[in-house]
């Protein structure tokens, strides 16, 4: 067997291994909040096909994703663990691409590293996994991914031919990822840096490039013209003006993920005042990450720079639909979470080779306190996800919906 295969093949496994270790907990957490209004419009689809057209989060326009999401719901009905499962199948193999795409600009000890963690879910950005409503993202993430492969396909071919195949599939996946989430748009950034090393000549880049931004400017036009609310969005001012602040709150909470408990201890309590006090000075510690992330691209190399490039890139569709609510919701930033876990193996690796045995140890202890934290903040979100999806409202909209899916039988001829 290729050792290239052999070494994809082996990330996948330990991938698949590491989603399920993480996500296990998640299999009965039943439906709950937006997957109910996902669930209502693929039930009522095959009675009323026009239900798939309208966008269901609005004002953004998800066509493929509502499409494969009804699909689901025709093959798996309303059973909840059947959608954690296949998801968590999507995320390992996200995290192969990951592994896949990584391999090149970072190198395979990085790579793996950063899939793993991806895998294990850093953060609590698994909900999108264990939320059906959130197969947008993982769709989105797996033709994102897959369309960075391929553009460094489409630089490194040697044959005309074989560039302008690769090409055209590049603007294919590319196109895809738009259709399943807007977050997509923002892989220009990616591919822009991914490309440029790797150039035969400027006029080369450009071209694509020029025919990447066409898609994405086509895409945001159908926004703009079939309305829902996206002109109002995109051009009002205070949008623009909150996009900074949404941005600086949604890298300090991936970076730190600690929020404030929907359900925990008493209000007078002094952790939950912690946390809030934290909660409030976000946009500070954004700030700070941000300066620090920006001393890291100027003294960093190609790589580090394609990195935080990218990260900084997907925040910006995500924080300018954050919600309001105390805690943010990281459902979302599945897609940046990749490059996240990237720019983490990438800086444990050039720690790790700058440093004696003494502090090898202590990085080492650090990575698994870090993964043993992050395990911790997963499963309590899996428990409250669980709780949330046990509750008497959920439980009355899921025999609603389970009545509405059984067909009326037919009337007995007399």
């Known amino acids: 067997m290729n050792v290239r295969l052999l070494a994809h093949v082996g990330m996948a496994l330990m991938a698949l291994f590491s989603a399920f270790f993480t996500f296990s907990a998640a299999v009965d957490t039943g439906f709950s909040g937006a997957d109910f209004g996902f669930l209502e419009r693929s039930v009522a689809a095959p009675g009323a096909a026009a239900t798939l057209t309208p966008p269901w989060v609005l004002p953004f326009e998800r066509p493929l994703s509502q499409l494969v999401f009804a699909g689901e719901v025709s093959l798996w009905g309303l059973h909840a663990p059947r959608f954690v499962v296949a998801h968590t199948v999507l995320h390992a193999l996200n995290a192969t691409l990951l592994f896949a795409l990584f391999r090149g600009p970072l190198g395979s000890p990085v790579a793996a590293g950063a899939a793993i963690l991806y895998a294990l879910a850093l953060g609590f950005y698994g909900e999108s996994v264990w939320r059906p409503a959130q197969l947008g993202i993982l769709l989105a993430t797996m033709f994102v991914l897959c369309t960075g492969i391929v553009a460094l396909r489409a630089q490194l071919e040697r044959t005309p031919r074989r560039r302008l195949a690769a090409t055209l599939l590049t603007a294919f996946l590319f196109l895809m990822a738009i259709l399943c989430h807007e977050a ?3 892989a220009l950034v990616m591919l822009g840096g991914l490309m440029w090393p790797h150039r035969r000549s400027l006029s080369s880049v450009l071209r694509k490039l020029a025919m990447l931004v066409a898609l994405a400017g086509g895409a945001v036009m159908l926004q703009l013209l079939r309305g829902h609310g996206a002109r109002e969005l995109l051009l009002q001012a205070s949008t623009w003006l909150a996009l900074p602040v949404r941005a600086l709150r949604l890298l300090s909470l991936m970076v730190l993920p600690i929020g404030v408990e929907p359900s925990g201890p008493a209000p007078d309590a002094l952790l939950p005042r912690v946390l809030a006090l934290l909660e409030q000075i976000r946009p500070f510690t954004g700030l ?11 003294k960093g190399g190609g790589a580090v720079r394609w990195l935080l490039a990218s990260l900084l890139a997907f925040l910006v569709p995500l924080a300018m ?10 459902g979302e930033g599945y897609l940046p979470a990749a490059f996240l876990c990237g720019g983490i193996a990438l800086g444990f690796y050039q720690i790790w080779h700058r440093v004696g045995a003494g502090r090898r140890l202590l990085l080492g202890a650090a990575l698994v306190g870090m993964l043993y934290g992050d395990l911790a903040v997963v499963r309590r979100f899996e428990a409250q996800a669980s709780a949330a999806g046990q509750s008497a409202d959920s439980q009355a909209r899921l025999q609603a919906l389970i009545a509405r899916e059984v067909p009326t039988p037919p009337t007995e001829a007399r």
């Open 184 to 186: 997509g748009v923002m």
């Open 288 to 298: 700070f990450f941000l300066v620090m992330a920006a001393l890291w691209f100027f």
């Open 321 to 330: 639909r954050a919600p309001t609510q105390p805690r943010l919701d990281l």
